[in-house]
């Protein structure tokens, strides 16, 4: 790290986040907002975070008042955990968590009352009108959670690994509601070598698990695996689209953007794309 310096240029800008009208930049140190229209700059935001790039995940609350950083620390003196930003004031108010956040992973309800963040001993849920825990829903030793996503009513979507010294990753997609714990554990294939990610249609009704090799879709009304397809590719980024009839897949070893038919359970087009392509947003 102390060796190889140019890591903060390259890295210096690698989150977004939006409200109806600004959007935010998230760097290294501080947050550029924008004009969502006109791509204005309206001025920066500085926090006390320096998190890990392509590790962070951050939320906006329906009423665009409050943004929520969740990232790990980078560097011996860097400060890991939930940042809560004021968006009116311009500020950060707190830091949640400090040093406990383990993947930068966070969720947040649809009505913005709770975000879900990974932590060491499991899933932290915080009141977002307190900013306080609410309640921590704990998971087995040494399983931890490698993507997080929030379904409608208070569900919550998680891809977790177990993991120790003497094993190798055993994977399990888990749906979770808030005040009833894990309602349902799906296996999936072990293997240390492939990511998984949760991708969720506009209407909540169908959720993918994406990796290892297939795409799995899940209907949430009857929490049951509806298909698998075959999936021949390492993925990293994704997204759906708006519709939720596409999704775009980035096969990260063949620099290229797969574009997934949702209702023909199959590739319908290949977009090549240059080295370190890290994330994809759809609008």
Known sequence: YDSYKPI???????????????????????????????????GDIEYDGQPVPRRIRSKTTPNGKKLYIGAPGWGKEATGGLFVIDLDQKKQLKILEENKINTGLIGMSDDGKYVYTAVIDGLKIINTDTDSEYKTIRLTEHEHIQDIIAGENYTIYLITYHYDSDSSKDYKFRVVYLNKGILKTINLTSDEYKVFRLLLNSGGRYLYIIGNEKIVKFDTSTLSVESEKAFPYWAAGAAISPDGKLLFVQALKENKVIVYDTEKGAAIKEIPFKKDLYDILVK
């Not at 240029?9 to 935010?24: K, Q, R």
């Open 8 to 42: 903060k240029e390259i890295f210096a800008e690698f989150g977004v986040a939006a409200s109806d009208n600004v959007l935010y930049e998230i760097g290294l140190s501080q947050i550029s907002c924008y004009d969502i229209s006109t791509f204005k700059a309206l």
